[in-house]
């Protein structure tokens, strides 16, 4: 299975996954499959023994995933967009990643959403959110899109029952942020 994970792909995902998983119960969810966040919620999956539900609305990239060595019987395939797949979703995760599209008024309703199912002290991890200068604004010119999910990371920043942590240097330089539900009724985590 190590195998199969590209060595630059989700650094810190895979630096904190076991952490996060050793301490909170709940599925794995990511928005947006990719050759380099799908081994890695396979292998996560695994290793927990937590269901893992993979969204896409890119139907034969979702077909080509399922044929793929890591795959196993905890994993279930979502083809359709994330609207569709929330309306179905009942479960509650304890990691979460958003990495489909990247408009500031999809990205906030997948956010609020997995905000609000998630497990007390989960994470959900949320790709490319700084602003729109250097990498990230030669990565807007590449894809000929505007695409402002920063605006996002900028709105959760003020919640106070949620915590955030962006790693500028992170994917590409184009930002990940990590979004902390904090329990209100506890003061610290047992790591």
Same mark, same amino acid.
């Given at each position: 299975m190590d195998d199969q994970i590209l060595d630059w792909?989700?650094? &810190?995902? =895979?630096?904190?996954?076991?952490?996060?998983?050793?301490?909170?119960?709940?599925?794995? +969810?990511?928005?947006?499959?990719?050759?380099?966040?799908?081994?890695?919620?396979?292998?996560?999956?695994?290793k927990y023994n937590r269901k893992c539900y993979s969204c896409d609305n890119k139907y034969a990239r979702i077909e080509w995933f399922k044929k793929q060595t890591y795959v196993h019987n905890g994993m279930v395939f979502f083809k359709g967009n994330s609207n569709q797949f929330m309306d179905q979703?009942?479960?509650?995760?304890?990691?979460?990643?958003?990495?489909?599209?990247?408009?500031?008024? &999809?990205? =906030?309703?997948e956010a609020h959403f997995f905000i609000d199912k998630l497990a007390t002290?989960? +994470?959900?991890f949320m790709h490319d959110t700084m602003p729109p200068e250097?990498?990230?604004?030669?990565?807007?010119?590449?894809?000929?899109?505007?695409?402002?999910?920063?605006?996002?990371?900028?709105?959760?920043?003020?919640?106070?029952?949620?915590?955030?942590?962006?790693?500028?240097?992170?994917?590409?330089?184009?930002?990940?942020?990590m979004v902390l539900k904090k329990d209100m009724e506890r003061k610290f985590y047992r790591l």
């Open positions: 792909a989700w650094p &810190v995902i =895979r630096g904190l996954a076991d952490t996060i998983l050793t301490n909170i119960e709940g599925c794995l +969810v990511e928005i947006g499959v990719g050759i380099g966040s799908t081994p890695i919620f396979a292998k996560y999956s695994k979703f009942d479960d509650t995760p304890a990691l979460v990643l958003i990495d489909g599209n990247h408009m500031a008024g &999809v990205v =906030r309703q002290g989960g +994470v959900i250097g990498a990230y604004e030669k990565k807007l010119i590449q894809k000929n899109k505007e695409m402002d999910t920063y605006k996002v990371r900028q709105e959760l920043e003020k919640l106070s029952y949620i915590e955030t942590f962006t790693w500028p240097y992170s994917s590409g330089g184009c930002g990940l942020t």
